[in-house]
């Protein structure tokens, strides 16, 4: 086909039935036609009802200072059950019994990135499936680690994925080699930061190996760093990501920029955080995917909440405030109204958890049967419009921390936690809450008692999942 298909004197309706006849792996093809084809097949969602059901079944909790696997927030009429499938809990060894701690590292389009003491595995809770990653390798000469592991997937390009160990800050050999010495003054000490270019590891589900990966800046550094601003980011900072339009985004440097890294022409960006983010906030900074994009929240004097948006268009790089709202008096709700009752969602502990009988990944991995490949649907789904709202008059004022557990991504929803007391689900055009249940684990508490890190879990029903055919990698 030569010229632009867009061009084709066809009309968008006739066109779109066409699209709409071809199997979902083709159909995902025909997105990276043109433009044009694309915007049929995301605008009137041909192949994403296939694939991405556009909801959200759930929060993966991750706790400071908890030797237990993370917990799980969700509605309890939605299926499949997510957590109890997911094993993180069990010994693999049926003649040793132990705990197994476990962390969810990423979440992308449905899949998730999580840690044991066997090693990384990726796994799709929806379908049961899992592998088990080899090694990464060690690290370059200069680094005593490679950096924090991110998660790169959408089904609408490729059934493949990869994971990216994203330093956060140059370590301390790197330091000690490049900047250059102050006599008796270290903290004045400064260098480049990133460098021009930027190696990163990465793993790809098509070869089944770790490479190092060479990625080559586009614009300005992040400016000239000194020792002291270059290792910012503190031990609760959760170095946040998403993948969006088939480029990656990364909080790195404790937050202070984000990494916008194209992995199709090995090319990154650096983009500083919103300029009027004060010093303060850029530790419970979050970055997220909504309905509009790209997304950036924090709190400014505890209460006031800010949304910016990136706008990534025709080369900007900017990020427009889109919300700014004193939250107070609507959490203040949830505190009077909420207080004794447990919520409509339910907490899934590890600490009190119990086998549920059901089949775990591990089983569903090395079951020949292909029924076991079945996509697994729910025909129940939470709906985000009519649940437990909480308003009325407003008694006492709320006046403890809220931090932000992640952005729906098809709505204009913000998940906050209230003190690690309560989850709640804010509509950031509406200003209405509602109020999700509790989240603090059983027996949970402490001076060192919060929330270190989230992840909105989106399923994904595609029942491929290419490292089954590599033995060598499957966990179990």
Not at 371 to 397: H, M, P, T, Y
């Amino acid at each position: 086909m030569e010229g632009d298909p867009s061009s084709l004197a066809l009309p968008e309706d006739a066109l779109a039935e066409i699209l709409r006849r071809l199997p979902p792996r083709s159909l995902a093809a025909s997105r990276c036609v043109c433009k044009a084809w694309r915007d049929i097949v995301d605008g009137r969602r041909l192949l994403l009802p296939e694939l991405l059901p556009h909801s959200v079944r759930g929060i993966f909790l991750m706790y400071n200072d908890l030797d237990y696997p993370p917990a799980f927030l969700s509605h309890p009429s939605l299926d499949p059950e997510i957590f109890g499938k997911l094993d993180f809990y069990r010994n693999p060894d049926p003649h040793q019994w132990s705990w197994t701690t476990a962390s969810v590292l990423s979440h992308c389009n449905g899949l998730l990135l999580y840690k044991d003491r066997r090693g990384l595995h990726v796994a799709n809770p929806a379908t049961q499936r899992r592998a088990l990653l080899p090694p990464p390798p060690p690290p370059p000469s200069g680094r005593c680690w490679w950096g924090s592991e991110h998660l790169v997937f959408d089904p609408t390009e490729s059934p493949h994925y990869k994971v990216l160990l994203v330093p956060n800050d140059p370590g301390d050999e790197e330091l000690s080699m490049e900047l250059p010495q102050q006599a008796g003054d270290e903290s004045t000490s400064s260098m480049e930061w990133p460098a021009s270019t930027w190696v990163l590891c990465v793993f790809s589900s098509c070869t089944g190996q770790w490479e190092e990966r060479p990625f080559v800046r586009e614009g300005e550094a992040a400016g000239m760093a000194s020792n002291e601003a270059l290792r910012r980011g503190g031990v609760f900072f959760q170095s946040c990501s998403d993948y969006w339009w088939g480029v990656f985004y990364v909080q790195c440097n404790g937050g202070l920029t984000v990494m916008r890294i194209s992995l199709s022409n090995n090319k990154y960006r650096v983009i500083k955080m919103p300029t009027n983010i004060g010093e303060r906030d850029y530790d419970d900074a979050y970055l997220g995917r909504s309905k509009e994009g790209l997304c950036c929240a924090s709190f400014h004097d505890w209460y006031k909440l800010r949304v910016w948006i990136l706008d990534d268009s025709c080369g900007k790089k900017e990020w427009v405030l889109k919300h700014h709202i004193d939250i107070r008096h609507s959490v203040s709700c949830v505190k009077m109204y909420c207080e004794e009752n447990e919520g409509p969602w339910k907490l899934q502990d590890a600490n009190i958890g119990e086998d549920s009988g059901q089949q775990n990944l591990q089983d569903a991995n090395n079951d020949e049967d292909d029924s076991s490949n079945a996509l697994v649907k729910s025909e129940v789904e939470w709906d985000s419009d009519s649940d437990n709202f909480v308003g009325g008059d407003i008694v006492q004022r709320y006046s403890d921390y809220i931090r932000v557990l992640g952005f729906h991504p098809y709505k204009d929803i913000i998940f906050l936690d209230l003190a690690l007391d309560r989850a709640v689900a804010y509509h950031l055009n509406t200003s209405v809450v509602q109020d999700l249940g509790k989240i603090c684990p059983y027996g949970y508490g402490g001076h060192a008692a919060l929330i270190k890190s989230s992840f909105v879990y989106t399923p994904c029903l595609m029942a491929e999942f290419p490292e089954n055919k590599l033995k060598a990698h499957i966990g179990g």
